[in-house]
């Protein structure tokens, strides 16, 4: 499935794109960009033809997220990636660290691989954003425009997706698709620009759409988000997702919330074992569990 759009399903059959349905007998349940399908109908591809899913293969991963912390509703975004592409600016927008944070809890917890794609490396130093991510773990790639405006870092970023299946997620304009019409020419992504009051990037791409790359794998575009709801995630999950803090909560008292004054994740950050930064983003996500109950 490379593309969804108002009941109607793109699939890939072959070199073909066919358009199909979903049968009735699948009911109310959701078919998202990823899932292997099987068709029956009309398979030629032509136009004016239809086909129909009757069925939806087992997913290998299924990356979900929710409008919010509140939220009971989970979103399944796309199915059977095996790594999400985090794409932030280090400027025009400016880097949003609780963000990439989300992202990177939302990918452990669909067990993919993490990717932290840094893009305008041409208007800010990303020494600071590769030094703190670095320390976790999380491989990163710095993009920048050239003044002939090609891409700087294309080449490795390429690499860092071939053979594999990757998600790009990140808030609008930050440059997704900008890096998606450089991996694949053909692609035509919307690129927008970012409100010079608010800072924000405007909407462009409106669904997601999985294109191949030409040397093997898919990239999977994704519309901007300007939060990433985590409602999904069981809270207990939520601090074996920060592996620089985890190590630090062993020595917490029996049901500690980590919110107590006895945390014993405070001493840890004051020992440096991990930023403050980290240990405040943690609890924001923890705090927004206290204010749902």
Known sequence: MVAVDRGRYTCLVGDRQVTAMKARELGRG???????????????GRPDTLARVVRVDRRSSVLRRTADDTDPVERIIVANADQMVV????????????????????????????LLCITKGDLRDPSELLDAY?????????????????????DELHAA??????????????????LVNALVPD????????????????????SAVALPLRDGGWIIDTPGVRSFGLAHVPAE???AAFPDLAPGAADC?????????????????????????????????????????
Do not use: M, Y
């Open 87 to 114: 794409v932030t600016s280090l400027a025009e927008p400016a880097p949003q660290p609780r963000l990439i944070d989300r992202c990177l809890v939302a990918a452990d917890d669909a067990e993919l691989a993490a």
């Open 30 to 44: 959701s078919i998202v960009v990823g899932d292997r399908v099987r068709l029956v109908g009309d398979l030629s």
């Open 134 to 154: 670095g320390g976790l773990g999380v491989d990163a790639v710095v993009t920048s425009r050239r003044p002939d405006r090609t891409i700087a870092g294309l």
């Open 237 to 239: 999950d939520l601090v």
């Open 253 to 293: 008292p029996p049901g500690c919330t980590h919110l107590e004054d006895a945390c014993a994740l405070d001493a840890w950050v004051a020992a440096g074992h991990a930023a403050a930064e980290r240990l405040d983003s943690l609890r924001r996500l923890l705090r927004t569990r206290d204010a749902e109950t």
């Open 161 to 178: 997706l071939a053979e594999r299946t990757s998600v790009f997620v990140g808030s609008s304009g930050v440059g997704k698709s900008t």
């Open 187 to 206: 692609a035509g992504r919307a690129v927008g620009t970012v409100n010079p009051v608010t800072g924000r990037g405007r909407h462009t791409s409106t």
